[in-house]
């Protein structure tokens, strides 16, 4: 019999990740002071998020008879943002462009995931390879744009809004080349939902996305103002 999704692995799972995730970020933020001590470990994050998104896709590649190579490329907005992510922590500077387009995919996508993760019926268990490694990125994933948040690695503002444009527009193009060049069926739900039976797909979650975007930048900036003032 699958695992199941709300089954007793999955609650056991959530509540072991939901408490080191965040003992481990009240203790990083209470007792790394330094600069140096916060990078130290918000890379860290970064590499297990990088090693856990790469053994998902690898464990895509060989969960079917026929291996195909060109899935190593992830083709949901999760998995690519697992690896974008991972990447500009690694590589990028504080601050980055690619940091303003996938905090917040990183923490919604992570943690909405993590509650419903509707791949937890690949196999007998939650330790499926598939399945734990699929559970575990989106884990780092949100936990690594948190500590992005509580290192003060990004500066949120609306003057740096179009990043988001960007990234979206590199996300599309990357899944047009897997649909016609490749021969993907669907990659970043241009074609199919999010959920069955319901209108998601990007065409319709993009303008939403904007929308809530939006709000969360007034809102940022309206706080920040606010706190200004005061000051």
């Known amino acids: 019999m699958p695992a199941t ?11 072991v990740t939901a ?25 860290a994050l970064a590499f297990g998020l990088l090693v856990s998104i790469m053994a998902n896709r690898l464990s895509q590649v060989f969960r079917y008879n026929t291996v195909r190579w060109e899935q190593i490329i992830p083709d949901s907005y999760c998995g690519m943002t697992s690896l974008v992510l991972a990447l500009a922590v690694l590589f ?40 734990i490694s699929g559970l575990l990125h989106h884990s780092f994933c949100a936990t690594t744009a948190i500590a992005v948040l509580l ?13 988001t444009l960007w990234g979206f527009t590199a996300y599309l193009t990357v899944g047009a080349f897997l649909i016609g060049c490749l021969g993907f ?22 303008p939403i996305y904007a929308v809530c975007y939006a709000l969360l930048l007034f809102v940022i900036e309206f706080a920040r103002k606010k706190k200004n003032r005061v000051e």
């Not at 923490?107 to 598939?130: D, E, K, N, R």
């Open 151 to 163: 290192f003060h690695w990004i500066h949120i503002t609306y003057k740096k809004w179009h990043y």
């Open 185 to 206: 069926s669907d990659a970043y739900h241009i074609y199919t939902p999010l959920l069955d039976n319901t209108p998601l797909t990007t065409w319709v979650m993009a």
């Open 92 to 131: 990028g500077k504080k601050d980055n462009p690619v940091l303003h387009f996938v905090w917040i995919l990183g923490i919604f996508g992570g943690i909405s995931t993590v509650i419903y993760p509707a791949f937890i019926g690949q196999g007998p268990t939650v330790f499926y390879l598939p399945t």
């Open 19 to 43: 408490v080191l995730a965040s003992a481990g970020l009240l203790c990083a933020k209470k007792y790394a002071k330094s600069e140096r001590a916060q990078t130290i470990i918000l890379k």
């Open 5 to 15: 999704v709300f089954g007793k692995e999955h609650f056991i799972y959530m509540a």
